[in-house]
């Protein structure tokens, strides 16, 4: 076996680590509701969310990972170095957030060290606009999306349940629903998120000159990068549960029911539409629609706008430490 072909295997490793640090980093998307409303133990919800992240690829298609792997970048500048730098940032923003306790995207982290990489060796021409474009643009419309979604549907239940006089009977029934809109959120989480990574090992493979890209994604790259995140889920990332599940505002039942169909929905749409968006900032999003619909004040701004700034920050900061390890890596070879 040639250096090359151990320096492929190596990377696609890291590819896999960075898909299990996603999902591990991202669990709290998944579990924070169900958990905070106190619906599922944490160890049972990251069960539950890490059976549905699994069994996504049998639901969705590869829409989101051809996005990935064809265009955000042009295929003559992808290289091994510059897809190991850009998943070098993302996986070193994750920890850093993380340990902050801010949920920001590994989306838009992997996007921005890959970027970041291939402007480090080709320049800012080697950008696909189009495809940036069109990611940098759900960056703003995923969260509205989900926060629009979950004020009317927060609305539309409180309206449908203002006569009920029987409390624990309602809250009985949505707590049983909660755990299918926690499923199906899972659900959308793992089709859209672990594509990324498929679609980073598809790009591997086309640099390496083991695929073209008019292949169909192998199906162990699939089975590998679904695995990857829902064992990283299964590890459930505790640290940004309470942030997302209460710090944001507090949720009952009937809150994260709304909050988790909103997200979900908003996922289905955009995976079936091969557009990468954040699992994080669309659930984030519809949970400050659900304390919206109550009322404004139910929303802690002041944790609503430090988890934005995160975000903003997240795209350019990737792409410098991407840059850097590229820089790194030239100098080196």
């Known amino acids: 076996m040639d250096i090359d072909h151990l320096v492929i295997i190596f990377t696609i490793g890291v590819a896999l680590i960075f898909d299990f640090v996603n999902g591990f980093h991202d669990s709290a998307n998944s579990i924070a509701t169900v958990v905070s409303t106190r619906v599922l133990t944490p160890k049972v919800a990251v069960l539950w969310a890490a059976f549905f992240n699994f069994v996504a690829f049998l639901v969705f298609g590869t829409e989101v990972a051809n996005t990935i792997a064809k265009d955000v970048v042009i295929q003559d500048v992808l290289s091994v170095g510059v897809i190991f730098s850009g998943l070098f940032g993302a996986i070193a923003w994750n920890f850093?957030?993380?340990?902050?306790?801010?949920?920001?995207?590994?989306?838009?982290?992997?996007?921005?060290?890959m970027a970041g990489a291939a402007i480090a060796k080709g320049g800012f021409s080697v950008l696909i606009?189009?495809?940036?474009?069109?990611?940098?643009?759900?960056?703003?419309?995923?969260?509205?999306?989900?926060?629009?979604?979950?004020?009317?549907?927060?609305?539309?239940?409180?309206?449908?349940?203002?006569?009920?006089?029987?409390?624990?009977?309602?809250?009985?029934?949505?707590?049983?629903?909660?755990?299918?809109?926690?499923?199906?959120?899972?659900?959308?989480?793992?089709?859209?998120?672990?594509?990324?990574?498929?679609?980073?090992?598809?790009?591997?493979?086309?640099?390496?000159?083991?695929?073209?890209?008019?292949?169909?994604?192998?199906?162990?790259?699939?089975?590998s990068a679904h695995s990857a995140i829902a064992l990283g889920t299964l590890t459930?990332?505790?640290?940004?549960?309470?942030?997302?599940?209460?710090?944001?505002?507090?949720?009952?039942?009937?809150?994260?029911v709304c909050a988790e169909?909103?997200?979900?929905?908003?996922?289905?749409?955009?995976?079936?539409?091969?557009?990468?968006?954040?699992?994080?900032?669309?659930?984030?999003?519809?949970?400050?629609?659900?304390?919206?619909?109550?009322?404004?004040?139910?929303?802690r701004w002041p944790v609503a706008s430090r988890i934005v700034w995160a975000w903003v920050v997240t795209i350019p900061a990737t792409a410098a430490i991407g840059a850097l390890s590229m820089f790194l890596l030239q100098g080196i070879s």
């Open 96 to 113: 850093i957030t993380y340990y902050l306790s801010l949920p920001t995207s590994s989306s838009h982290a992997l996007v921005g060290g």
């Open 261 to 299: 169909t909103a997200g979900a929905i908003t996922l289905f749409a955009t995976s079936a539409a091969g557009i990468p968006v954040s699992t994080t900032h669309t659930i984030a999003g519809a949970i400050v629609g659900v304390g919206s619909a109550r009322r404004l004040n139910a929303v």
């Open 236 to 256: 459930g990332g505790m640290r940004l549960v309470k942030t997302m599940g209460s710090k944001i505002t507090p949720l009952q039942p009937i809150g994260g």
């Open 129 to 223: 606009m189009e495809g940036f474009t069109k990611i940098g643009l759900f960056i703003v419309l995923a969260p509205l999306i989900g926060l629009a979604l979950g004020f009317i549907l927060m609305v539309i239940t409180q309206w449908s349940t203002v006569k009920v006089t029987n409390v624990d009977r309602t809250n009985k029934l949505f707590r049983r629903l909660q755990l299918a809109s926690a499923g199906a959120y899972s659900l959308g989480h793992g089709a859209n998120d672990a594509q990324k990574t498929m679609g980073i090992i598809f790009a591997l493979l086309i640099a390496g000159g083991y695929a073209n890209s008019h292949e169909e994604l192998p199906l162990w790259v699939v089975i």
